[in-house]
């Protein structure tokens, strides 16, 4: 089974892909977290990411598609994967389909996690408290949102169109959400 996971900052998505990553016995793959590793290691790539995450702002297509083309062609993705974070613009999406068609795969679902706006800001605010990351304060949070708005909502079109998207209700302790996913995937 091969899966995106969807959703604004704050909707629970890593939650979610990490557990679904451990049902479909897949890579859990997660842009973020491989841009935070990157910056903690300050490797070139980090060094490159950083300025870009902690204004809220994307990373730039070039640096993202390369990395993603990299990890999806190492083995533990080859049968199974969740991809988190990824892709979040139109030209992300074209890549993603181009590395897919060389792999000789293509996607099973795209899992959306709808959560009201101000829900989802008072998720961040909170988790601001004990996340220790730099794009967690209340600006950057907020313009982490619009951009989402502008960059990625769009995307949730695309994939409806192509019939691979399930909506899923993100409001709701983690196991039901879970539960709500699992009813939803392809069979
Ligand atoms: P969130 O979903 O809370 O915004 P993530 O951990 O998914 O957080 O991503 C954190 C930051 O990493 C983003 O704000 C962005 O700067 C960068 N990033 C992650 N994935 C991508 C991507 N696909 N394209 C561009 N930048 C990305």
Not at 20 to 45: K, M, P, Y
Not at 70 to 87: H, K, N, T, V
Not at 107 to 122: H, K
Request: aromatic letters at 4%; charged letters at 25%.
């Amino acid at each position: 089974m091969r899966l995106l996971i969807m959703g604004p900052p704050g909707a629970g998505k890593g939650t979610q892909a990490v557990s679904l990553a451990e049902r479909i016995g897949g890579a859990h793959i997660s842009t973020g977290d491989i841009f935070r590793a990157n910056v903690q290691q300050q490797s070139d790539l980090g060094r490159e990411a950083q300025r870009f995450m902690d204004a809220g702002e994307y990373v730039p297509d070039e640096i993202t598609n390369a990395m993603v083309r990299d990890r999806l062609g190492q083995d533990d993705a080859r049968e199974a994967f969740i991809l988190d974070g990824y892709p979040r613009t139109l030209d992300q999406v074209a890549t993603l389909d181009g590395i897919l068609n060389d792999l000789g795969s293509g996607l099973d679902g795209v899992v959306e996690l709808v959560v009201d706006p101000e829900e989802l800001i008072q998720r961040l605010l909170k988790r601001a408290e004990t996340s220790g990351r730099a794009d967690d304060t209340e600006d950057v949070i907020r313009h982490r949102q619009q951009v989402y708005t502008a960059e990625t909502a769009p995307l949730v079109d695309v994939y409806g169109q192509r019939g691979l998207l399930m909506q899923i209700d993100g409001v709701g302790d983690v196991a039901e959400v879970a539960t709500r996913i699992d009813d939803a995937l392809p069979a």
